[in-house]
């Protein structure tokens, strides 16, 4: 059973960057994998930021982005706004399976 | 503009059935992959089922055997039968499209219990 790791919280700074990783237990991802970037806001429905790796949806901020890091699916917020604090879950395709990481709560101080 | 309303749910005692539906719209579902995944009270997402646009058919290893993922497409609407219900099935289910058309539903509340 593929588990992914995902860091448990971070904290930026307003107008920071901060980039969050996604460790998959299975090894490298690659974009045959297809990671999605879902934010979650607390009594809401996540939403997809990112797809196919690096894809943005319309509704994506630009100040998000999307890639592979060392074979790690990775969340780059550069610019960090209060309404960004959230939690931020990695989700990939492995093996005709979707698995989701654990998610990172997201903090903006 | 894609928009998915999930309904269904409800409260169901512990081996009963239950049927969730997801009607689609800005979106034909023949033509687009669809999941459904759940979050368990204040838990982290769980991915469900896939159902791609060949109709083939992906679960998770904690529902196989007792849920089923469906869609009719002359109504546009994704399904997910399940049965033998337990406790641990309790959670909001989402239904999500793939790729571009990556919206979620609001989510529909399931409860196991006796």
């Known amino acids: 059973q593929t588990v992914v790791t995902q860091e448990p919280s971070l904290t930026v700074s307003p107008g920071g960057t901060v980039t969050l990783t996604c460790d998959s237990s299975?090894?490298?991802?690659?974009?045959?994998?297809?990671p999605y970037w879902l934010q979650q806001k607390p009594g809401q429905a996540p939403r997809t930021l990112i797809y196919?790796?690096?894809a943005r949806h319309p509704w994506t901020p630009a100040r998000f982005s999307g890639s592979l890091l060392g074979g790690k699916p990775a969340l780059t917020l550069s610019g960090a706004r209060p309404e960004d604090e959230a939690d931020y879950y990695c989700?990939?395709?492995?093996?005709?399976?979707?698995?989701f990481g654990g998610g990172t709560k997201l903090t903006v101080l | 503009e894609v928009h998915l309303l999930e309904s269904g749910g409800g409260l169901v005692q512990p081996g009963g059935p239950l049927r969730l539906s997801c009607a689609a719209s800005?979106?034909?579902?023949?033509?687009?992959?669809m999941s459904w995944v759940r979050q368990a009270p204040g838990k982290g997402l769980e991915w469900v089922s896939d159902?791609?646009?060949?109709?083939?058919?992906y679960y998770a290893d904690s529902v196989k055997g007792r849920f089923t993922i469906s869609r009719d497409n002359s109504k546009n609407t994704l399904y997910l039968q399940m049965n033998s219900l337990r406790a641990d099935d309790t959670a909001v289910y989402y239904c999500?499209?793939?790729?571009?058309?990556?919206?979620w539903g609001q989510g529909t509340l399931v409860t196991v219990s006796s």
């Open positions: 159902i791609v646009g060949s109709g083939a058919t």
């Open positions: 999500v499209g793939h790729g571009g058309s990556s919206t």
């Open positions: 196919d790796t690096n």
């Open positions: 989700l990939f395709t492995y093996d005709g399976a979707r698995v």
């Open positions: 299975t090894g490298a991802v690659t974009s045959g994998n297809y």
């Open positions: 800005g979106l034909t579902l023949s033509n687009n992959g």
